[in-house]
């Protein structure tokens, strides 16, 4: 609709926003209108999708304008040095002053026509490419394109890029076409887009942890259902070690005595590269596994269907962690159902608990289980001193198992709380951003329907 009416007052000489606001365009709207949204996995989808706009952007085909520039920035970007030329924050790059004089040092001499952004933002781009974002695990490329990967689902998007220069700076680090930027066209946040529905429900399973932002910001309250059978479901103690190296070895080590015993087994992973890491270490054991991280040809379905076959070991990204019902086969389920690995926490818990809640599903029985290392990066980003106390427990005690379950609990909830400002941070801006278009179009025209209009 957005671009609909800006196409339109462009085609009318003389349009306005004021006449846009008023609705005095003859191009119809596109949609007939939200009235009610049922929606699956609704925690999801209006919390964890919710930390980005929803975007409708275009491009022009062919290399982008700067390229040269893009390859010059990853190349000047590569001589700074980490917490002396620039600083991390989360996935964000800044250069200090150091390093802002060391880039500007080692400018080339371009027109202005060939810059679309300061020089320095094109070497903190290079920087955020280079440091924090990792290949098979925040994207992979795909017949030389960048492809986003969802770190809540697994999924790899196929028409989804970063914008304001990254993309690029990717396609520069792995020495890709760099593409022109994308454009936005029209912007709405998901918080507001599902204000817009007059009616607004879904079910999830892991609602409980949101429960306050699902009230505050879309005014849903939670109602709990219980489950129609008593569940059967086994959460064995949190299994430690001192690298990630031994815990992978023992993750296989317990794959391989479960499928040993006729029960099936579901290795969660956080992302495509540990999957792969894990499904060799298997297979290196002499057993064979299924591997389910988007990379493969062959249809998800099908791989869940064997994933509960008597001594099936599935390995799998959060693909098959929300929303996914593996069936199990009789022996499987008489011997004690499917066990879960979970190889390492995700900062949110909700994200955990889908991934467990694969097995022991309607009355069947099930087991799961947590493995963590002192060199998780929950553990190294978030708390190092729980890595310092695994450490001592382990080298003093020579134990596997070692109470953790409170101090990772006690990190997710901080993590949780980070994410839910940053998604208030969003809506307040988009929040601004309609009160400056109600405030002119108040100084013009407070005609009711215009109230509506906001109001939709």
């Known amino acids: 609709d957005q671009l609909a009416m800006d196409t339109a007052a462009r085609q009318r000489p003389g349009s306005t926003l004021m006449k846009r606001l008023r609705s005095e365009s003859s191009t119809p709207r596109l949609q007939r209108g939200l009235a009610v949204a049922l929606v699956d996995e609704i925690d999801h989808v209006l919390i964890d999708d919710a ?8 491009t022009r085909p062919g290399e982008a ?32 002053d150091a390093g802002l004089d060391l ?22 781009l290079a920087l955020q490419a280079t440091h924090t974002l990792r290949r098979e695990i925040d994207y992979v490329i795909d017949d030389e394109s960048v492809r986003i990967v969802d770190q809540s689902t697994g999924r790899i998007y196929e028409d989804r890029t970063w914008s304001g220069g990254l993309q690029q700076a990717i396609e520069a680090k792995e020495e890709l076409p760099i593409q022109r930027e994308s454009e936005s066209l029209a ?4 918080q507001r887009f599902y204000h817009s529905y ?42 430690v070690s001192l690298t990630a190296e031994q815990k992978f070895a023992a993750i296989a080590n317990e794959a391989r005595s479960i499928a040993n015993s006729g029960r099936c087994v579901l290795v969660g992973t956080l992302d495509i590269a540990t999957s792969q890491i894990v499904a060799r270490e298997i297979r290196r054991q002499g057993l064979t596994c299924e591997l389910l991280n988007g990379l493969q040809n062959a249809e998800e379905a099908q791989i869940i269907a064997r994933a509960g076959q008597p001594s099936a070991i599935t390995v799998a990204t959060n693909l098959a962690g929300r929303g996914t019902d593996i069936r199990l086969h009789p022996d499987v389920a008489a011997k004690g159902g499917l066990h879960v690995i979970v190889t390492e926490h995700h900062r949110s818990s909700r994200v955990d608990r889908q991934l467990i809640g694969r097995c022991a599903r309607c009355g069947d029985p099930g087991s799961s289980r947590n493995f ?7 553990v190294g980003q978030a708390a190092p001193w729980v890595g310092r106390a695994i450490r001592r427990a382990i080298i003093t005690d020579q134990i596997e198992t070692f109470p953790v379950e409170s101090q990772i609990a006690s990190i997710q909830r901080r993590q949780a709380k980070r ?5 208030r941070q969003l809506l307040d801006a988009d929040e601004r951003d309609r009160g400056l278009v109600r405030k002119a179009q108040s100084s013009h025209d407070p005609a009711p329907h215009l109230h509506a209009l906001d109001a939709g």
């Open 372 to 378: 963590l290392s002192a060199e998780d990066n929950l």
């Open 198 to 239: 007059d009616y607004l429900a879904g079910v999830t399973g892991t609602a409980s942890d949101c429960r306050e932002e699902l009230k505050s910001v879309y005014g849903l309250t939670v109602q709990t259902v219980d489950p129609r059978l008593p569940s059967k479901r086994l959460v064995q103690p949190t299994h």
């Open 103 to 124: 880039a500007y040092q080692s400018i080339d001499d371009w027109s202005d026509a060939s810059l679309r952004r300061p020089w320095h933002e094109y070497v903190e």
């Open 51 to 58: 930390m980005s706009p929803l975007l409708l952007s275009g």
């Open 65 to 96: 304008d700067d390229a040269a520039v893009h390859r010059h920035a990853l190349k000047s970007a590569r001589s700074l040095r980490n917490c002396v030329d620039f600083q991390t924050i989360g996935q964000q790059v800044e250069l200090t």
């Open 187 to 190: 912007k709405i946040t998901r």
């Open 419 to 423: 994410a839910a400002v940053a998604r």
